[in-house]
């Protein structure tokens, strides 16, 4: 039974991908499809999104503020946010909601969130990829724009996934330790959808009120995902470290939390 | 084999206190062996069986494991009740890493669940959900299964299966059952320990066990 390092690592790592698989796929099933209409909520949540803002913006006859139409400029806003707040709720819930299948030793904190914020980024992907291509289809909208930065584009949505990765962890932490973490945390995901530029930019902000909503790291990938995905914006607002140091001190502190509870055999109430 | 070293277990208490269920543990469950552990309701045995399983960890201490275990059977499988019996039966079967087909086919054979299969758990009575339980941990074939409380479950023709299932298994298969009364044990174990205040007291002998704990019993009505 005693194995080299190496090959114990590779044997641990083999049991995780197996474990993340198995639960995508379960929570698959539980999560949408358990109703026909299941996975037509993840559409319409962001297609009510992007037309009552869009809806109003019309209203008020406000132009789009970038070289881009207005329904391109509010979904590169609407999308990141969607991402986030979907791996940061769910994530804040994921272990409470898989407690009994923790009764299988393979089956750890860490994989439970893992699978989550995979799901949760992959659907949302998934439902934008769908937007952009109706949009080509009624509204003309080019699909160059999207890929002529490809690289910028990638760098940004790894920025999301890393910051979406941290506050899940973050937050399945924090749920195991203050109960009701996970209503603070949509609490915050109300005021942040106001305060992250979903539906304006940070250089039409007064610069005292720039400087605070920055501090949103949020803001800064929605900037960097617009700066690469609209022809002709370009912001230079955005941190790309700022992002990165975010996201891997929540990733840090959740993972710390979970070897806190785990040392010290913590046990959730069943 | 399996190996308890110094294993202790703790619950904090919500007046802030601190109950010990399991006070530095030494013991050895040694291959080929199927062995009882008697105690009285809240003495830790479910504790104790999570512990063993890997489903909790304890305070301070180790498990030393050579052979694979399986889950505590009898309560609360860990079944999803929006998903079918067939469903539930995937995820397992992957994260044990076995043939999805396989073990669903041996589940459909061993627990007479019919078209129920592919229905929701929620509709299944208690006694669905433990034959699939049964059934399922069956399937995975684990070298020692932790049976808490109960290996009765269903009617008498399905209790004789599972019964002629572990005589079947005899060979590759052990038991740890613990109960609050040694009738369950009488059929399979070859020795006992007996589980309380916090320590575990292992004896060679079933009858010894049985004597300590009747003693334990007689001690505690006086």
Redesign the interface.
């Known amino acids: 039974?005693d194995l080299s390092l190496p090959a114990k690592f590779g044997r641990q790592l083999e049991v995780f991908g197996?474990?993340v698989?198995?639960?995508i796929?379960?929570e698959a099933?539980?999560r949408h499809g358990?109703s026909r209409i299941g996975y037509l909520w993840a559409v319409m949540e962001p297609a009510v999104q992007l037309g009552v803002l869009w809806f109003f913006y019309e209203l008020i006859g406000r132009r789009s503020p970038v070289n881009a139409s207005m329904a391109a400029f509010l979904l590169t806003g609407i999308f990141p946010f969607l991402a986030w707040r979907a791996t940061a709720v769910r994530g804040s819930t994921a272990i409470q909601s898989n407690l009994?299948?923790?009764?299988?030793?393979?089956?750890q904190p860490f994989s439970i969130v893992v699978a989550r914020v995979i799901l949760e980024l992959a659907t949302n992907l998934v439902v934008w990829l769908f937007f952009i291509l109706i949009l080509r289809a009624f509204f003309g909208e080019p699909l160059s724009s999207w890929t002529d930065e490809p690289l910028h584009l990638l760098t940004g949505f790894g920025a999301l996934a890393l910051l979406a990765f941290g506050f899940a962890m973050f937050n399945a932490g924090m749920a195991r330790i203050v109960s009701f973490w996970p209503e603070i945390i949509r609490m915050t995901a109300r005021v942040l959808f106001f305060t992250s530029g979903v539906f304006y930019t940070m250089e039409s902000l007064p610069p005292r009120a720039r400087d605070v909503i920055l501090l949103n790291p949020l803001s800064h990938v929605i900037e960097w995902i617009r700066s690469a995905a609209l022809p002709g914006f370009d912001s230079m607002h955005y941190d790309p470290m700022y992002v990165a140091v975010w996201g891997l001190w929540l990733l840090f502190v959740g993972m710390f939390i979970d070897w806190v509870v785990?040392l010290?055999?913590h046990?959730e109430a069943? | 084999m399996i190996e308890l070293i110094g294993v202790e277990?703790h619950?904090r208490l919500r007046n802030g206190g601190k109950r010990t269920v399991l006070d530095h543990i030494d013991a050895v469950f040694p291959k080929g062996k199927n062995v009882g552990i008697l105690g009285l309701n809240g003495s830790g045995k479910s504790t104790l069986m999570?512990i063993i399983?890997?489903?909790?960890?304890?305070?301070?201490g180790r498990v030393r494991k050579?052979v694979t275990v399986s889950?505590?059977l009898g309560f609360?499988p860990?079944?999803?009740g929006?998903?079918s019996g067939a469903?539930n039966l995937?995820?397992?079967s992957?994260?044990?890493?076995r043939d999805i087909d396989e073990v669903t086919e041996f589940v459909r054979d061993f627990a007479e669940l019919g078209r129920y299969m592919d229905e929701p758990i929620n509709s299944y009575s208690s006694g669905m959900r433990a034959k699939l339980a049964f059934g399922l941990s069956m399937a995975m074939d684990f070298q020692v299964y932790l049976v808490d409380e109960t290996l009765s479950v269903g009617d008498a023709a399905f209790q004789a299966k599972c019964k002629r299932v572990f005589e079947e298994r005899a060979a590759r298969s052990n038991l740890i059952i613990a109960s609050h009364h040694h009738s369950v044990m009488q059929d399979y174990c070859d020795s006992a320990g007996v589980l309380d205040n916090g320590d575990l007291v292992m004896f060679d002998t079933l009858e010894s066990a049985q004597d300590y704990y009747n003693d334990l019993i007689a001690k505690r009505a006086a």
């Open positions: 039974m197996r474990v698989y198995a639960l796929l379960r099933r539980t358990r009994p299948l923790m009764v299988h030793p393979q089956v785990r010290t055999g046990v069943h | 277990k619950y999570r399983a890997g489903s909790e960890r304890p305070n301070a050579t889950w505590p609360a860990s079944f999803s929006n998903l469903e995937r995820f397992v992957r994260i044990y890493d």
